[in-house]
C-alpha cells in the first residue's frame, strides 16, 4: 500500500514539474517573437507579456513541487562525515539528492524569475542579455522533478524495508515438545 502512495505523488510531483518545464520553455518562445536588438552583451527587447504570464506560472508551479516534496520527505541532515559515512545507502541518496534538489531548485527559480520580470515592464528594456535564461529554468524544471523522484523514493525505502522485513517474520503459532508449527 505504501509503495502505490508513493508511486501516485511522485507522478504527481514529476506531471506537475513537467508542466513547469513547458511553461518555461513555452514562454522562452513567446519572448522569441518580440522584437529584439543585440549588440554585443546589451540587448534591446519588447517585452511580452505572454512570457511574463508563462514565466510566473513555471515559477509557482516549481515553487510549489518544492514546498511538497520538502513536506512530503522531510529534511534528511548530516552535520559530520562521519555520519554520512555510517548511514545506509538510502539514506546517503537522500542526503545527496536533497542537495542537488535545493542547487536545481534555487538556479531553476532564479533563472526563470529574472527572465519572467525583465517581460513585467511595458514597451522596451535594454540591458545584459538574458537570452535562454526561460528555457534553461525549464530545463532545470525538468532535472529538478528527477531529484524529486529520487529524493523521495530514497526517503520512502526505510518504511518499505521495515514493511517487508515485518511481513517476513513467522511467529510459531503453538509450540509441542520443543517443536514449532507455522
Known amino acids: 500500500m505504501a509503495k502505490t502512495g508513493a508511486i501516485i505523488i511522485c507522478s504527481f510531483i514529476l506531471t506537475i514539474d513537467i508542466v513547469a518545464g513547458i511553461l518555461g520553455i513555452e514562454a522562452e518562445i513567446a519572448q522569441n517573437k518580440g522584437k529584439h536588438h543585440k549588440a ?4 534591446c527587447r519588447q517585452t511580452v507579456h505572454q512570457a ?19 513536506i512530503l520527505g522531510g529534511c534528511v541532515c548530516y552535520c559530520s562525515k562521519d555520519k554520512f559515512k555510517r548511514a545506509p545507502v538510502d539514506q546517503q541518496i537522500a542526503a545527496i539528492t536533497f542537495l542537488m534538489l535545493w542547487v536545481t531548485f534555487g ?4 533563472l526563470l524569475m529574472i527572465a519572467a ?9 535594454c540591458g545584459l542579455s538574458r537570452r ?15 531529484f524529486c ?3 523521495y523514493v530514497s526517503v520512502s525505502a526505510k518504511g518499505w ?8 517474520e513467522v511467529t510459531p503459532q503453538s509450540s509441542i515438545a520443543g517443536f514449532t508449527s507455522p
Open 161 to 168: 524495508l521495515e514493511e517487508s522485513k515485518n511481513k517476513r
Open 40 to 43: 554585443f552583451l546589451i540587448e
Open 52 to 70: 511574463y504570464n508563462l514565466g510566473i506560472a513555471a515559477v509557482v508551479l516549481l515553487a510549489v513541487v518544492h514546498t511538497m516534496i520538502n
Open 107 to 110: 538556479v531553476g527559480f532564479s
Open 117 to 125: 520580470t525583465a517581460n513585467s515592464r511595458s514597451k522596451v528594456s
Open 149 to 151: 523522484v529520487i529524493y
Open 132 to 146: 535562454h535564461f526561460l528555457s534553461i529554468g525549464g530545463v532545470l524544471c525538468f532535472v529538478h522533478g528527477f
